[in-house]
């Protein structure tokens, strides 16, 4: 990936900072009109802002754990968070009233207790849900457990559908990982449902209706942190490690790869967190962090490093256009507005930024 020198930085840019929250936030996402955002923190909290003057409209309060993700319907009355505590939750976007709540404990144990050639010195306590997202229609969410992508229904609460998902192989440690899928997430048509695999790192394609897995894609010795369709739901793209992956959505066949340039100042060198397409299909926005805290001549700690920062760049070409830095805690997640004409990054450091393109 290369950045041009036309490419423009962050600090040429406006953003508003959205603050309020006494954790990490986790996840930042836009309302369908663009005029609201949602974010989901580590302080097991859920706030909706006005997208324009940054103002706090709602907190939604209940959940008992951190918050991993928070996202509106389509039609945007409704959101639905993903928790630590082992539950989703469908709440009212007017009112803030917590509408349903969707348990969810993983089979993990029983998992490794069905499949006994696979050793563990040490299983972590089971988290869960890690990701949960609605349907184009709004009928249905689905969520991402340990090893299960759950899919179900808005208004009866009814479990649909189970999409296994295993987690591959151990650590050398030989501990099983707290977690398989790390997202999950249907197709723009619904037909669809693509989940991200950090322990097994893969990523599978799933029929929506039926719950059968069409094909998967492993991507070596990288966790998959990531993964989601093309507007036009031709194209896959996941966040593999350190480097970008893009595969054909019908056949699964790998298209591109854009990687990491390690230590080169054109280039990350930090863990893609989250990539998106822009409304158009034709720009991602990448996410990425380094993880590496460093102390200032001040005694002020900074969690990460230069590439705690948000890059835009070309599809097809993979150029970078866009640079957005200026944090100094990890970027977790970063999405486009509905019209493409801005982003919203969640940061570690408690904070959520709306950056204004044009």
Known sequence: MVCSAECMHATELHFLELEGHTGAVNFAAFSPDGGKVVTASADNTVRIWDAVSGKELK????????????????DGKKIVTASWDNTARIWDTESGEELKTFNGRDELLKYFALNPLTIISGVEPQKSIRFASFSPDGTEIIAA????????????????????????????????PSYSIASALFSPDGGKIVTAG??????????ARSGKELYRTYFGGASVHFARFSPDGRQIVAACGRDICF????????????????????G????????????????????????????????????????????????????????LEGRTAQV?????????????????????RLWTLE
């Open 59 to 74: 907190r939604l309060e209940g959940h008992t754990d951190e918050v991993n993700t928070a996202s509106f319907s389509p």
């Open 198 to 207: 950090q322990a097994s790192r893969s990523v599978r394609v799933w029929d």
């Open 268 to 323: 990350w060198k930090g863990t893609v967190c989250s990539v998106n397409f822009s409304p158009d299909g034709t720009k991602i926005a990448i996410a990425t962090k380094d993880g590496v805290s460093r102390v200032t001549p001040d005694g002020e700690i900074i969690i990460g490093g230069r590439e705690n920062i948000l890059w835009i760049a070309d599809v097809k070409s993979g150029k970078v256009l866009l640079i």
């Open 332 to 352: 977790l997640y970063a999405e486009f507005s509905p019209n493409g004409k801005r982003i919203v990054t969640a940061s570690a450091n408690g904070t959520a």
């Open 247 to 266: 595969f054909d959505t019908v056949s699964g066949k790998k298209l591109h790869v854009f990687q990491s340039l390690g230590n080169s100042k054109i």
């Open 145 to 176: 457990l340990n090893l299960t992508a759950r899919v179900w229904n808005v208004e009866t609460g009814k479990e649909q559908r189970q999409l296994i998902h295993p987690p591959g192989a151990i650590g050398k440690d030989g501990h099983a």
